[in-house]
């Protein structure tokens, strides 16, 4: 595990330690407060519980958008690759 860091969500300071970097971790940290600030703005008067269940579901769907577009791009990749051996191949023989 790495140093303890201090980070901030919802205007309240915690003490997490993590085996990311400080940045990394601080970066985490504001990009989970941002989500909740922006649950909090566009559905008011929601208990805590809800708007972080909101959040997390947020957060959960940029993530599987992420590994979405990175298998689109894996998947160009090898396509775009195979293309090109295919050629070298022609281009030789």
């Given at each position: 595990m790495g140093d303890k860091v201090k980070i901030k969500i919802r205007d309240r300071e915690y003490v997490v330690r993590g085996s990311d970097d400080r940045d990394q971790i601080l970066r985490v940290a504001a990009y989970v407060d941002k989500k909740l600030k922006d649950v909090r703005e566009t559905k008011k008067g929601l208990s805590d519980d809800k708007t972080a269940i909101l959040a997390a579901l947020d957060i959960?769907?940029?993530?599987?958008?992420?590994?979405?577009?990175?298998?689109?791009?894996?998947?160009?990749?090898?396509?775009?690759?195979?293309?090109l051996i295919q050629g070298l191949n022609t281009a030789l023989n």
């Open positions: 959960a769907g940029d993530y599987f958008q992420l590994i979405k577009e990175k298998e689109d791009l894996l998947t160009e990749i090898k396509n775009r690759s195979q293309r």
